[in-house]
């Protein structure tokens, strides 16, 4: 096989797994007991459990593979911030390619060395109730149904 077909055949397999994996994807609610925050989490694909994240309250996982991880967690906010005041003193990195910002979450996302980073975060009592999730960018589009549920579930 000719070497540009031989890379080409490398990189069509390395999708095979998340691909395969996200057609049979099983997916239960994860509770942080302390604050009440839910999330519907995959954890077919998020099957390593990485431990309590900084910061805050919660847990981060990985993918077996270690290519893409999530953080569930509850970041205190004592002064009830609103969600755009909140990011603004989280000091987010410049080149962020989407915000949105409502009275009741933030979501912002954007690409850092061939890596999505997504993070969306609820306004709680006291708390911000976040999920934050990184994944290569050349698997945008195996992730979008993935990130797009963990987004949409994610309560205080």
């Given at each position: 096989?000719?070497?540009?077909?031989?890379?080409?055949?490398?990189?069509?397999?390395?999708?095979?797994?998340?691909?395969?994996?996200?057609?049979?994807?099983?997916?239960?609610?994860?509770?942080?007991?302390?604050?009440?925050?839910?999330?519907?989490?995959?954890?077919?694909?998020?099957?390593?459990?990485?431990?309590?994240?900084?910061?805050?309250?919660?847990?981060?996982?990985?993918?077996?593979?270690?290519?893409a991880d999530l953080t569930v967690?509850?970041?205190p906010n004592p002064d009830?911030?609103?969600?755009?005041?909140?990011?603004?003193?989280?000091?987010?990195?410049?080149?962020?390619?989407?915000?949105?910002?409502?009275?009741?979450?933030?979501?912002?996302?954007?690409?850092?060395?061939?890596?999505?980073?997504?993070?969306?975060?609820?306004?709680?009592?006291?708390?911000?109730?976040?999920?934050?999730?990184?994944?290569?960018?050349?698997?945008?589009?195996?992730?979008?149904?993935?990130?797009?549920?963990?987004?949409?579930?994610?309560?205080?």
């Amino acid at each position: 096989m000719p070497a540009p077909y031989f890379c080409a055949a490398l990189v069509a397999l390395s999708f095979v797994p998340t691909l395969a994996i996200a057609a049979n994807t099983e997916w239960r609610p994860y509770v942080i007991a302390s604050t009440g925050t839910s999330v519907d989490m995959p954890v077919s694909i998020f099957t390593s459990d990485a431990g309590p994240p900084e910061g805050g309250t919660g847990r981060r996982f990985f993918t077996e593979d270690r290519r893409a991880d999530l953080t569930v967690q509850s970041v205190p906010n004592p002064d009830n911030d609103s969600p755009a005041t909140f990011l603004a003193k989280q000091n987010p990195p410049a080149g962020i390619i989407y915000k949105r910002i409502t009275s009741d979450f933030f979501v912002v996302s954007s690409i850092r060395k061939d890596r999505i980073w997504y993070n969306r975060c609820n306004r709680g009592n006291g708390t911000m109730n976040c999920v934050m999730i990184n994944y290569p960018a050349a698997e945008k589009r195996q992730w979008d149904g993935v990130v797009t549920r963990i987004s949409q579930t994610l309560r205080n």
